[in-house]
């Protein structure tokens, strides 16, 4: 089923919603041929009482009073009546007796919304399969064989009643019934106008209104699947030519008139092709900067390489290896970090976190680091203020940004000198802070130091021990935990940097 319906448009899908109810309604068209039906069956009772009372008043009475009886009850009832004698010959016309009661009406010259009427009715008898009903003709010879009603009637003696029908779609019925014991016959002829007037009405009334609802619900359709099919299609060919490389040149719309699911959509479009852009700019910053990066060391390598077999000298070649053993090594540890770097934000997305006590983590990573004398005879002096320091995480990540800043702060700090680390609990988000007595960070550069391959070592250091990408990889895991990491000047005014790492507390 939702295969079929989705080879349909959606506006085509909004309009059969829409329209489908009232087309159903307009099966009201139909059930008033029913009511038709019903109100015949209701004439032909009353016509063939009629038709019996009258004939019972008739048999008893005078030629000169039946003449009278016909005359009265046929201008009082608007109907024709006839009366034939025992040898089948009429000899009593309420027409010709007095005025008309009643005119069969003359199609010619007809409106044309009476010629819709006519036409609707035969659609309606043809979609219902009714069935079909003799015309009316008025016999050239006026007598009761020219009437099966009344032949029937004088065989059974009992009153027929005949559905006909006139030229204009109205229904005529008659009756026939004995009167008295002689053999005299009575015919009633009444063309029942206000049957097909109050049906066609009712017609008529219902095609307009249906005719009229469903303009409206067409009108209405299309606007509503236009106000959601317009930003839909302009946000797919966005899409496209975001899909087919050429989001450059794509302003994806954000639609802000519209508070509804529609311009939550365009607004999640557009920020999700505005990351899009931001990582696929990151992607190509980050492959530069490693080829950059890596073209170095291997430049200087393959000088080395290069330059041996040409050395005789035993202490230059043995220089050489050493450079060549330092390149391998430092291209060793940059492809070691730049793999670590790009598997970060894969890895967070799918690592389980779990409650930590970040002083704990510190305090343990501090001893690990005595124990393994990677301090540099540097005392590193912990204090934790506030009511626990506890964060949500993943434990391998956060040791790694703790490593980092210590590694940082030993690098730069002189001899001896102390290494702060201040745990603190605000109530809202828990805070370290590793600050060291080196030359400290410029404030133009305390934002510099977290980009990619950016290394500034202190002097004296070997050149190439370090990536440039640690604090980088630091700030990207404080920022995958909801956190940040910032570089500031330290609190006391002395010479050295701070490093401030902050997450929500669990």
């Known amino acids: 089923m939702r295969d079929r319906a989705g080879r349909f448009s959606l506006t085509a899908r909004i309009l059969v919603v829409n329209i489908l109810p009232l087309t159903l309604l307009s099966g009201g068209l139909f059930y008033l041929d029913t009511y038709?039906?019903?109100?015949?069956?209701?004439?032909?009772?009353?016509?063939?009482?009629?038709a019996q009372i009258t004939a019972e008043a008739l048999a008893g009475a005078t030629r000169d009073r039946q003449e009278a009886l016909l005359v009265q009850i046929g201008r009082e009832q608007r109907m024709r009546m006839r009366m034939f004698d025992a040898e089948g010959r009429l000899w009593a016309d309420s027409f010709a007796l007095a005025e008309p009661a009643f005119e069969l009406d003359d199609i010619t010259d007809d409106t044309w919304n009476q010629q819709w009427a006519r036409w609707l009715d035969r659609f309606v008898d043809t979609i219902v399969s009714a069935e079909a009903v003799p015309d009316y003709v008025e016999p050239e010879a006026q007598t009761v064989d020219a009437w099966p009603e009344l032949v029937q009637a004088r065989e059974d003696g009992l009153s027929q009643v005949r559905l006909y029908d006139w030229r204009d779609g109205t229904p005529v019925i008659t009756a026939a019934a004995?009167?008295?014991?002689?053999?005299?016959?009575?015919?009633?002829?009444?063309?029942a106008v206000d049957i097909t007037e109050s049906v066609r009405a009712a017609r008529t009334a219902l095609v307009i209104a249906v005719l009229g609802v469903l303009g409206a619900s067409a009108l209405l359709s299309l606007y509503l699947a236009r106000t959601i099919v317009t930003p839909l299609q302009l946000l797919a060919r966005s899409a496209q030519l975001v899909r087919r490389g050429r989001e450059r040149d794509v302003e994806v719309p954000r639609l802000p008139e519209r508070g509804d699911e529609i311009g939550q959509l365009a607004r999640s479009v557009s920020d999700m092709t505005l990351a899009l852009r931001q990582r696929i700019d990151a992607v190509e910053s980050f492959a530069a900067d490693v080829a950059h990066e890596i073209k170095n060391p291997l430049a200087s390598l393959r000088s080395a390489v290069e330059s041996l077999p040409k050395v005789t000298d035993a202490d230059t070649?043995?220089?050489?290896?050493?450079?060549?053993?330092?390149?391998?090594r430092r291209i060793d540890r940059l492809v070691s970090e730049i793999s670590d770097a790009s598997r970060i934000d894969?890895?967070?997305?799918?690592?389980?976190?779990?409650?930590?006590?970040?002083?704990?983590?510190?305090?343990?990573?501090?001893?690990?680091r005595e124990h393994r004398a990677e301090n540099q005879d540097h005392r590193i002096e912990l204090s934790a203020h506030g009511p626990g320091a506890e964060v949500r995480g993943v434990g391998a990540r956060l040791e790694r940004v703790v490593e980092n800043l210590l590694d940082n702060a030993v690098s730069f700090s002189p001899p001896d000198a102390?290494?702060?680390?201040?745990?603190?609990?605000?109530?809202?988000?828990?805070?370290?802070?590793?600050?060291?007595?080196?030359?400290?960070?410029?404030?133009?550069?305390?934002?510099?130091?977290?980009?990619?391959?950016?290394?500034?070592?202190?002097?004296?250091?070997?050149?190439?021990?370090?990536?440039?990408?640690?604090?980088?990889i630091a700030r990207t895991i404080a920022e995958a935990h909801d956190g940040s990491l910032v570089a500031e000047a330290r609190p006391d005014g002395a010479s050295g940097a701070c490093l401030t790492l902050r997450l929500p507390v669990a």
């Open 178 to 191: 004995p009167v008295g014991l002689n053999g005299a016959t009575l015919l009633t002829v009444r063309n």
């Open 36 to 50: 038709r039906t019903q109100l015949i069956d209701e004439r032909f009772k009353l016509a063939r009482i009629e």
């Open 317 to 328: 070649r043995r220089e050489l290896e050493q450079i060549a053993t330092h390149d391998v």
């Open 346 to 368: 894969a890895e967070m997305s799918r690592a389980r976190r779990e409650r930590i006590d970040l002083a704990d983590l510190v305090r343990a990573i501090i001893g690990s």
């Open 418 to 472: 102390p290494i702060e680390v201040a745990i603190e609990n605000d109530g809202n988000c828990v805070s370290m802070t590793v600050c060291d007595s080196g030359p400290g960070i410029p404030e133009e550069a305390r934002e510099k130091v977290f980009q990619r391959f950016h290394s500034v070592r202190p002097p004296g250091e070997d050149f190439g021990n370090h990536s440039g990408l640690g604090l980088a």
